[in-house]
């Protein structure tokens, strides 16, 4: 099956922008979404296709894709944005089998 | 407001089964599917599998093939996740969450389940 391979910490100063990354052979096929977790919370989809977001979610959030990696990138970082990130998306070569990847911590200094 | 509610937390044995529910409002509830993802402590997201409460049609991650059960009843709008012979490795948050497809090769996990704890110990 396939895997997405995501940097497990990353760390931006507050008001820089940031770049988090997901790869994988999946990713030649599907889009990836991106969540978004804080501690005791549920996932939140943050970006989701081509570069789509939910109502709600500021527009500091963008995502792109070239090739096999996925990119989820925050212009502004805020306080707010710390959290663990989770790319997602659905394997190549089965409809209903989905991978998440391991998750990247996001650290705002 | 279109969401997903979960059952409340749970505490077992070792060896003793669990069901989850997971009940959708505020949409036609069988016309999407719904995942269900287990959170260890302290890991990251596992994708468990899916069905289609529209008919029950259910797929699993061949990580949990033959270890869990999805099932829905769509006359309450409500999907299960169904452990049995629960082991200490049991011990997670198991989230329910939608899945849209949006086309174009775009699928999302859009809402979710408030979290579901179970806590397996002896």
């Known amino acids: 099956s396939s895997e997405l391979t995501q940097d497990p910490a990353v760390s931006v100063a507050l008001g820089q922008t940031v770049s988090i990354t997901c790869r994988g052979d999946?990713?030649?096929?599907?889009?990836a979404s991106w969540y978004q977790q804080k501690p005791g919370q549920a996932p939140v989809l943050v970006i989701y296709g081509k570069n789509r977001r939910p109502s709600g979610i500021p527009d500091r959030f963008s995502g792109s894709t070239s090739g096999d990696t996925a990119s989820l990138t925050i212009a502004g970082a805020q306080a707010e944005d710390e959290a663990d990130y989770y790319c997602?998306?659905?394997?190549?070569?089965?409809?209903?089998?989905?991978?998440f990847g391991g998750g990247t911590r996001l650290t705002v200094l | 407001e279109v969401q997903l509610v979960q059952s409340g937390g749970e505490v077992k044995k070792p060896g003793e089964s669990l069901r989850i529910s997971c009940q959708g409002s505020?949409?036609?509830?069988?016309?999407?599917?719904i995942a269900w993802v287990r959170q260890r402590p302290g890991k990251g997201l596992d994708y468990m599998g899916i069905i289609y409460p529209g008919d029950s049609d259910a797929r699993y991650s061949p990580s949990f093939e033959g270890q869990v059960t999805i099932s829905a009843d769509k006359s309450i709008s409500t999907a299960y996740l169904h452990l049995g012979r629960l082991e200490a490795s049991d011990s997670a948050i198991y989230y329910c969450?939608?899945?849209?497809?949006?086309?174009?090769?775009?699928?999302?996990?859009?809402?979710w389940g408030q979290g579901t704890t179970v806590n397996v110990s002896p």
């Open positions: 505020g949409y036609t509830f069988i016309t999407y599917w």
């Open positions: 997602n998306s659905r394997e190549s070569t089965n409809n209903f089998l989905e991978v």
């Open positions: 999946t990713l030649l096929s599907y889009y």
């Open positions: 969450a939608r899945r849209h497809d949006h086309g174009d090769y775009t699928f999302s996990f859009d809402v």
